[in-house]
């Protein structure tokens, strides 16, 4: 057998049946020829031929029953972007300069919107993997490690404007709670009705959704939010503010999309008063709030995806949860003793 020649980019090259293996050095290079080779001749099973495409559009749609139609078209608009690059390619040739070309694509995107991208091409190759169409995740690679967001992106309240969420009256202030205190999302706490709680649980099975400005009652975002959260000791206070739901317009109905902005605008305005500078922060922030603080009492994290209704833990490690200084400062204390 002729001996391995060695490219000039340093790697050595191996072939069989028109089908090339790169090592570092020769012995690795012809162990992974060789390993190929055993395969073919001992009949095991070969990855199975998809495009990238193809086998997003037979992925996608199995998400669609999960999540609202303005989500999943979120996540259709995420895909095409990485389709335009590689989506004729063979899903087990992407590469991770692929998906390189892929996050220069996305510059000028939030963090939010970033990670959202990693966790959604991470799982589709995992599934892929499992699928028998590809040996290995693109982007489970240096290369392929996105670059940083724009600021503005969710975040973790200030001590401060937690304290003033808790003290600080105002018409808002019940669903600004339920949303701090207990993980949940805008739409669950606009459909948060007394009746819900019972049992010292908060149970979650229904959301406000917007049509234009009107409310409407509907499901939850995904099948997983659908749970019970306990009520924690600072949410007590708060039931008897309680109506016909956590939040309603002036006259009592239902909120609408108007009416539920403009309330905001007037809260934060209130805190800022109160505060004495310019305070703002958006709900969902409410929400990664809880989750960091749950991480950070040391909570386990499915006893976490439980209580915010999350089916993988990996959303909550990429997307919402923001490692503080307090936690930091608690690793310290353990390392040290």
């Excluded at 909120?255 to 605008?265: D, R, Y």
Aim: hydrophobic share 35%.
């Amino acid at each position: 057998m002729p001996k391995l020649k060695q490219r000039k980019d340093g790697y050595y090259r191996a072939w069989y049946n028109g089908k090339q293996f790169l090592g570092k050095t020769i012995a690795e290079a012809e162990a992974k020829r060789d390993a190929y080779k055993y395969e073919c001749e001992h009949g095991i099973e070969q990855l199975k031929p998809i495009t990238l495409f193809d086998f997003i559009a037979q992925w996608l749609p199995v998400a669609k029953a999960n999540v609202t139609s303005h989500t999943y078209n979120h996540y259709a608009y995420i895909f095409e972007i990485l389709t335009d690059i590689c989506g004729e390619k063979q899903i087990s040739a992407v590469k991770p300069s692929d998906i390189k070309k892929a996050w220069q694509k996305m510059i000028g995107k939030s963090q939010s919107y970033i990670n959202k991208a990693h966790y959604l091409y991470s799982s589709m190759f995992d599934s892929a993997i499992e699928e028998g169409y590809c040996r290995s995740n693109p982007m489970n690679t240096t290369t392929a490690k996105p670059h940083k967001g724009t600021k503005g992106t969710h975040r973790c309240l200030t001590d401060e404007e937690i304290h003033l969420i808790e003290t600080v009256p105002h018409r808002m202030q019940c669903a600004a709670m339920f949303m701090l205190k207990a993980g949940m999302r805008r739409g669950e706490v606009l459909a948060l009705q007394k009746s819900d709680i019972h049992d010292n649980r908060i149970y979650i099975t229904k959301a406000v959704k917007f049509g234009n400005n009107q409310g409407e009652i509907g499901d939850t975002k995904t099948e997983s939010s659908v749970r019970s959260v306990p009520l924690f000791a600072p949410l007590k206070p708060f039931i008897d503010g309680i109506g016909n739901y956590a939040y309603t317009t002036k006259a009592g109905k239902l909120a609408t999309k108007k009416s539920f902005e403009q309330c905001w605008v007037s809260y934060l305005f209130n805190l800022s008063q109160t505060a004495g500078h310019p305070i703002s922060f958006r709900c969902h922030d409410l929400r990664h709030t809880f989750i960091t603080k749950c991480r950070d009492k040391g909570i386990d994290i499915h006893i976490v995806m439980d209580w915010v209704g999350h089916a993988s833990e990996r959303m909550i490690l990429q997307i919402y949860d923001h490692p503080s200084e307090t936690r930091e400062a608690s690793a310290i204390l353990l390392m040290d003793s």
